[in-house]
């Protein structure tokens, strides 16, 4: 089974940056898309970016021109870097990848954008 462990989150003030990673437990990793979710309080949860295997990235509205996706198979890890982070950003990160019947899902890393 295919386990995703993100890390990097926190606290940050409004313009500031974060860099999350998301390590994978198999070597799958290279075959799957990868995709960055967020779920911020009382909303339901929705797409960041995803990223293809050969790395070609497509990213919600509302973040791009900040956020970019990227990705290292040598090291089973998918990454999101996030610059000019505002408020709204503040919200629950999760790292996904599609599964056989279900899809997978990490613990979720908190983000927390100060104004």
């Known amino acids: 089974q295919v386990q995703l462990v993100e890390s990097g989150g926190g606290l940050v003030q409004s313009g500031g940056s974060l860099r999350l990673s998301c390590a994978a437990s198999?070597?799958?990793?290279?075959?799957?898309?990868m995709g960055w979710y967020r779920e911020a309080p009382n909303a339901r949860r929705e797409l960041v970016a995803t990223?293809?295997?050969?790395?070609?990235?497509n990213y919600a509205d509302s973040v791009k021109g900040r956020f970019t996706i990227s990705r290292d198979n040598g090291k089973n890890t998918v990454y999101l870097q996030m610059n000019r982070l505002k408020p709204e950003d503040t919200a629950v990160y999760y790292c996904?990848?599609?599964?056989?019947?279900?899809?997978?899902w990490g613990q979720g890393t908190q983000v927390t954008v100060s104004p």
């Open positions: 996904n990848a599609p599964g056989p019947v279900v899809d997978y």
């Open positions: 198999e070597s799958i990793f290279s075959r799957k898309a």
């Open positions: 990223i293809t295997p050969d790395g070609s990235a």
